[in-house]
């Protein structure tokens, strides 16, 4: 059986998760920086972002760029660098941020 016919397959690919932002504005000016953060709190539901403000849910990759799209968008060329990043599995919907397996 192929692994793409199989619905208990899994990839054993690992993405790069990105956890918190408190340092996501330390480097870009005053003004621009509360431009982002309101912009960055429009891409998720007030709980999710709050989540991610205090490191209880990572960003995946694709939130990564989003973020970095808005960074893009407010004019500034240094790239988003979050606060620390882990090195996960995303099983389809499975994935259970380290922060939590250790509880």
Known sequence: MDAGQCPYFRSTVKLRYAWGISTLFDNIPY????????????????????????????LSP?????????????????????DSYTEEYDWGGYHVPKAVNSL
């Not at 003004?31 to 849910?57: D, N, Q, S, W």
């Not at 694709?62 to 240094?78: D, K, P, R």
Request: glycine share 6%.
């Open 62 to 82: 694709a939130e990564q760029a989003e973020i970095a799209g808005l960074f893009a968008q407010a004019c500034i060329t240094e790239t988003p660098a979050f």
């Open 31 to 58: 003004k621009k920086a509360l431009l982002l953060k309101g912009m960055i709190r429009t891409l998720f539901p007030k709980p999710t972002y709050y989540r991610i403000l205090h490191k209880e849910r990572g």
